[in-house]
């Protein structure tokens, strides 16, 4: 079966950089992609990329152009999302999904989802 | 703000149906597939609806979806407390290049 298992919750202090993973199982991982969104507490989903596990094709929302780079490891399956020059604003649940190679496909299957807590 | 427009809660009675809206433009819902998901508490979102109104393996037909232009439209049908959760939609902007969700909407099954 299809699972996506992100790494665990993280601290960090404003400036710091976050690297989140998400390890992939159950299917052949270079035939998806992976979109990472976030929620803030109480918010909704934000969309914040997506990167193709077949060439690492990379579309990143505007918001974090510049701040966050997403890749993926084919021999291991992991995906990563790195956020850096962290702030208040960044804390959130991270989650990865699998999609598809094609921009809007949608996103079937969600890991379990990583806190960051950004705090002084 | 949201790109998608959704009302932030709705409800009905159980057994009674109720429908969800999803607002947006020409550049999102109006030319991409739509898709919808539902949040229980504490938990990650699951896709319920993909390309306006297909259902994933698993999900009953109480649940279905539709698409009129600019908007986009999730029904469900035979409510059950366990259907109380958010919902959300989304889609692709192509001006954007981007993904794009609705706010969210909390659905309470009184």
């Given amino acids: ?120 | 703000q949201p790109v998608l427009t959704q009302p932030p809660s709705v409800s009905a009675a159980p057994g009674q149906m109720v429908t969800i809206s999803c607002s947006g433009s020409s550049s999102n819902i109006g030319n991409n597939y739509v898709s919808w998901y539902l949040q229980l508490p504490g938990t990650a979102p699951k896709l319920l609806i993909y390309d306006n109104d297909k259902r994933p393996s698993g999900i009953p037909d109480r649940f279905s979806g539709s698409r009129s232009g600019t908007s986009a439209t999730l029904g469900i049908t035979g409510l059950q407390t366990g259907d109380e959760a958010d919902y959300y939609c989304g889609t692709w902007d192509s001006i954007l290049s981007a993904g794009v969700f609705g706010g969210g909407t909390k659905l309470t099954v009184l």
């Fill in chain 1, 1 to 120: 079966q299809v699972q996506l298992v992100q790494s665990g919750a993280e601290v960090k202090k404003p400036g710091a950089s976050v690297k989140v993973s998400c390890k992939a199982s159950g299917y052949t991982f270079s035939n998806y992609g992976i979109t990472w969104v976030r929620q803030a507490p109480g918010q909704g989903l934000e969309w914040m990329g997506w990167i193709s596990a077949y060439n690492g094709n990379t579309i990143y929302a505007q918001k974090f152009q510049g701040r966050v780079t997403m890749t993926t490891d084919t021999s291991t399956s992991i995906a990563y999302m790195e956020l850096r020059s962290l702030t208040s604003d960044d804390t959130a649940v991270y989650y990865c999904a699998r999609d598809g190679q094609k921009t809007g496909d949608p996103c079937d299957y969600w890991g379990q989802g990583t806190l960051v807590t950004v705090s002084s």
